[in-house]
């Protein structure tokens, strides 16, 4: 735990070593009022008192409070203030991380897991941080600076109030190791809680369709039941050995009253002294309390930060820093590609010319999509290389890539901001003129004055205020703005209704223009004019060819072109 701990304030560049000396010093000055209690019983249990001298120790006490209440003032806002820097810059450290981790590690992990590393584990350790570790630093400090008043004044006696720390220590220990397991638990209920709200959000239409609402939704019901179970076990498992560690500290507290009185009657001890344990023993373990109930908290909060460096720790993908292309051409040899265990692609050896349109055709499942995502390099590939330009994909930098890529999926999201900053995303340096003038080859403006504030208009969340032809057209729009000399289509006009279809093919004429594109299509008829096409199935490559010369060869394309002619203009039977 401390380890992770120190490795964060490294990693977020805050200095420890100031608060552990801030806090060493306030708990000197905590202690000192209370130890110097020993000089004022000393005092007041001699033959004559001298008040001028208790006068001066007690002005010196006050003024010792009054300095560890400014310095516990100064240390909590430095405290604080380090704390929520620090969490700033971790969530902006895992957003950035998020962006270049392949998307094989969230093929890995729930999104509803993610999110909670970045809201609820962040927030946890910023909290924690922020109220326990001052108090355990306080709570050391200030026991050992107290424990050395007290040996200094009768060591065995000392040594009686001291021997309950490591008993109620072994307490403590035992009470975070159940909760290091029930955190895991409670973790993973909470995590599974967050994925199906947001599966029950997003799906809540169909669920209006099928009546399964509310409670009748028995999965995101009993994802609610299972938090609840474990997180009162969390909360009640541990709680009795915390609270049991206590009666240890007051069971050695009558032990050291005991021996006191014994030793009294013994002429072995003088009353001074017994006073003196009394009334600064008791006070010996107040911090130490509060420090058991906080080491508890912090070893919760410990299961969150493993999680966060679990992710600050993930591999990144690789590749030089500037990578300089003389051509765009795109090769392919011998690739072999895995989802988890199941195999996509299997030695796929193809070349996708340079200003050319090369179109993937093959059943769903033949592994269209997966050749796009690997020439994003949105995945690595596992055998074999891919090569643009004759430079191997792996040592290009994740930044040049996606500088030199821009692509159109069926599925377009859009952020909740107005269209005119949805389009500047391709290109965020450009001026208004150029933005305007994308929009006009992407044919935006053909629907601009359906909206109450043009391109400033708001689009809602992933485009939510828009039809799925106005968002694809934004897409678009941005795609061309960003100008980037390969394109990546995935069935751009799949969904559309035909007169947004004409309106994006017209828009995408203007995308493609001396570019090196790769077309996925199910619709042959919009790729009869694709300078090669190629024909995958299972994972392997079955043809290759222009759209006439496939059809001569009567193989799987020609297959797929006969079917969608004789599907033309199908209608129900009535």
Not at 37 to 57: A, R
Not at 479 to 501: G, V
Request: aromatic share 10%.
């Amino acid at each position: 735990m401390i380890r992770n701990i120190i490795y964060l304030f490294n990693f977020t560049h805050v200095n420890i070593k100031r608060i552990f000396l801030g806090e060493l010093f306030h708990g000197f000055l905590l202690a000192l009022p209370t130890g110097m209690l020993l000089l004022v019983i000393w005092e007041l249990f001699s033959d004559v008192p001298n008040e001028s001298y208790l006068w001066k120790i007690t002005g010196i006490m006050s003024l010792s409070f009054i300095v560890q209440l400014l310095v516990a003032g100064k240390i909590y806002v430095y405290t604080n203030k380090m704390t929520y820097r620090m969490c700033s810059k971790l969530r902006l450290s895992l957003g950035d991380r998020l962006q270049k981790l392949p998307l094989g590690y969230y093929k890995k992990r729930d999104p509803g897991d993610l999110a909670s590393i970045i809201l609820q584990d962040v927030t946890n350790v910023e909290t924690i941080l922020g109220h326990a570790l001052p108090n355990i630093f306080g709570s050391i400090f200030g026991t050992f600076f107290l424990s050395l008043f007290l040996i200094s004044t009768d060591w065995q006696m000392a040594v009686i109030l001291l021997f309950a720390v490591p008993c109620a220590f072994l307490l403590a220990f035992a009470a975070t190791l159940l909760m290091k397991k029930l955190s895991h638990s409670q973790i993973h209920y909470r995590n599974e809680t967050g994925s199906r709200f947001i599966e029950y959000i997003l799906g809540i239409r169909h669920l209006k369709v099928h009546n399964q609402t509310g409670e009748k939704f028995k999965t995101l019901e009993k994802a609610f039941s299972d938090l609840r179970k474990a997180s009162i076990k969390l909360e009640a498992i541990p709680g009795p050995l915390i609270l049991l560690s206590f009666v240890v500290f007051e069971f050695f507290f009558l032990l050291m009253v005991y021996v006191g009185l014994s030793r009294l009657t013994e002429n072995t001890i003088n009353i001074p002294v017994i006073v003196a344990f009394l009334i600064i023993g008791y006070r010996l373990y107040e911090p130490l309390k509060l420090f058991m109930v906080d080491y508890a908290v912090l070893n919760y909060m410990n299961t969150s930060l493993v999680r966060i460096l679990d992710l600050l720790k993930a591999p990144l993908q690789g590749g030089e820093k500037t990578t300089v292309l003389e051509s765009y051409e795109i090769e392919f040899k011998k690739v072999t590609f895995s989802y988890l265990d199941r195999e996509i692609l299997k030695e796929v050896s193809f070349t996708i010319p340079q200003k050319a349109m090369t179109a993937l055709v093959g059943a769903s499942g033949s592994g269209k999509t997966t050749i796009a995502n690997l020439i994003a390099r949105f995945w690595d590939v596992q055998k074999g290389a891919i090569t643009i330009g004759q430079k191997d994909l792996n040592r290009i930098s994740t930044e040049s890539v996606y500088g030199m890529i821009s692509e159109v999926f069926q599925d377009v999201y859009l952020f909740d901001d107005t269209i005119y900053h949805n389009i500047l995303i391709g290109r965020p340096d450009a001026k208004e003129a150029e933005v305007k003038e994308v929009a006009e080859k992407a044919q935006v403006m053909e629907f601009l004055h359906q909206l109450p504030d043009g391109l400033n208009s708001r689009v809602g969340e992933g485009g939510s205020h828009l039809s799925g032809g106005q968002k694809q057209r934004i897409s678009i729009a941005r795609a061309i703005l960003k100008d980037a000399p390969i394109i990546l289509l995935d069935e751009a006009t799949a969904s559309l209704d035909p007169e947004n279809e004409i309106y994006i093919q017209q828009a995408i004429q203007e995308l493609v223009q001396e570019k090196t594109v790769v077309v996925i299509a199910h619709k042959l008829q919009t790729i009869r004019s694709a300078d090669k096409i190629i024909v995958l199935e299972n994972g392997k490559i079955k043809e290759e060819g222009n759209h006439d010369q496939l059809l001569k060869i009567d193989g799987l394309y020609a297959s797929f072109w006969k079917t969608q002619q004789q599907t033309t203009g199908w209608k129900l039977a009535v």
